[in-house]
């Protein structure tokens, strides 16, 4: 029932900044839990954070808290993912996902969009 799409991703250098959109259609943006994941070739999908419904209310992974920031804009059904002081590991295609409050799994997934963090 929703359709995601991420923008933004791009080559940048460690220390730098880089911010991810997350476009959203279908149906009520505002009611789905969105969340951000990230993965390498080869390597199984993680766990980025994720911003509740009405976008009060963040969590994130131990290996990105101080440095994301994830924030929506219901009016313009997106998310974001503010990525400050980059690092090399960071380096990842970055997926957007959505899903409703009292569900386990996330229901839909974006395309992806790569984002390379050089040294």
């Known amino acids: 029932q929703v359709q995601l799409v991420e923008s933004g991703g791009g080559l940048v250098q460690a220390g730098h900044s880089l911010r991810l959109s997350c476009a959203a259609s279908?149906?009520?943006?505002?009611?789905?839990?969105m969340g951000w994941f990230r993965q390498t070739p080869g390597e199984e999908r993680d766990y980025v954070g994720r911003?509740?419904?009405?976008?009060?209310?963040?969590y994130y992974a131990d290996s990105v808290k101080g440095r994301f920031t994830i924030s929506r804009d219901n009016a313009k059904n997106t998310v974001y993912l503010q990525m400050n002081n980059l690092k090399p590991e960071d380096t990842a295609v970055y997926y957007c996902?959505?899903?409703?409050?009292?569900?386990?799994?996330?229901?839909?997934w974006g395309q992806g969009t790569q984002v390379t963090v050089s040294s």
């Open positions: 279908g149906s009520t943006f505002s009611s789905y839990t």
């Open positions: 911003i509740n419904w009405s976008g009060g209310t963040t």
């Open positions: 996902a959505a899903k409703l409050f009292d569900r386990a799994a996330y229901d839909y």
